[in-house]
């Protein structure tokens, strides 16, 4: 049973969020919205912030609590590859490089429709390659991301893998959006369940970011990738949620291609609800075992 934090928490989504009466809400207001947003979950104090650039890229580096030194996580932000921003997911990423006793890189990659694929995933994987400059071994980097994030995640890891790149120590997605085409059956049976995705708002956002491509591609939708060789992976997914078939379809495509994989579900959550850290029990739940995958695989994670 959900806890009445997470109750609550639903219940005032569906009152404020555009959902309840199918609207889609245009792109750039949206990213107003989120913006606007972040202003005032990042008052809530603690974290170091190190802003930095990779190229065009700009990220922030965040300093968990205790960290081991070289270890790291490069976390990709979720919103459909339309929207998002370092700001407005920080507040996650550092409860997060808390948790796992990691630094964490967090990036501004590119988004549609200005910049659609490849953008976001080019970003990414020089993103990873950066670190690897800086001294970073790839057997100490995870990769961690949410929604759009969690499937850009292992895109990246099937890109890093074609290029002949030592691939991170394991991969942590939650929510994640795998499968581009939107053949989930989820998506509309779980349509009114979900208080955060729209899909209609998911139904453009893929259009935004395929563009000319087929959502097909295993680099955009990489439930249809070969995945072999891919490091161990954990999947974090709500009952509520239109997304759920895409990670229970993407946990057996891994499974398929013998990669350790392990699923977690969470009943009566919604979408991202890691989101929500400082307000709900299960949020806090996830979380911590989100810290207990990367403790379990990362070893001392020394820089070269």
């Not at 370092?86 to 507040?91: M, N, T």
């Not at 020089?126 to 759009?148: H, N, Q, T």
């Not at 563009?211 to 249809?224: G, H």
């Amino acid at each position: 049973m959900s806890s009445w934090q997470s109750k609550l928490i639903e219940k005032l989504l569906r009152k404020y969020n555009l959902n309840a009466d199918n609207q889609v809400v245009g792109i750039k207001k949206k990213r107003k919205i989120q913006e606007r947003n972040a202003r005032i979950l990042n008052l809530i104090p603690g974290g170091e912030f190190i802003d930095v650039r990779i190229g065009d890229i700009k990220g922030q580096i965040i300093e968990g609590e205790e960290f081991v030194p070289g270890r790291i996580i490069l976390y990709l932000h979720g919103g459909a590859y339309c929207t998002g921003t370092v700001k407005s997911y920080r507040i996650l990423a550092r409860k997060i490089a808390d948790t796992c006793r990691a630094e964490l890189l967090i990036i501004n990659y590119r988004l549609a429709p200005e910049h659609p694929f490849p953008g976001a995933i080019q970003d990414s994987v020089k993103a990873f390659k950066w670190l690897i400059e800086k001294g970073y071994k790839s057997e100490a980097i995870f990769l961690v991301g949410d929604s759009a994030g969690g499937g850009l995640a292992l895109s990246t890891c099937v890109k890093l893998k074609a290029e002949g790149i030592s691939l991170p120590a394991g991969i942590v997605c939650m929510s994640p959006w795998t499968d581009l085409t939107l053949s989930g059956k989820s998506i509309k049976t779980r349509a009114k369940r979900d208080p955060l995705l729209n899909p209609d708002i998911i139904k453009r956002c893929s259009g935004y970011y395929c563009k000319n491509e087929d959502p097909e591609n295993p680099l955009i939708s990489p439930v249809y990738a070969d995945l072999t060789g891919l490091p161990k992976t954990m999947i974090q997914i709500g009952t509520e949620e239109i997304l759920y078939d895409d990670s229970i379809q993407m946990a057996k495509a891994l499974k398929n291609c013998h990669v350790d994989v392990s699923l977690e579900i969470y009943k009566g959550m919604f979408h991202v609800w890691q989101f929500f850290y400082y307000l709900i029990p299960e949020a806090r739940r996830a979380v911590g075992q989100i810290g207990v995958f990367v403790e379990r695989i990362a070893g001392s994670g020394k820089k070269r």
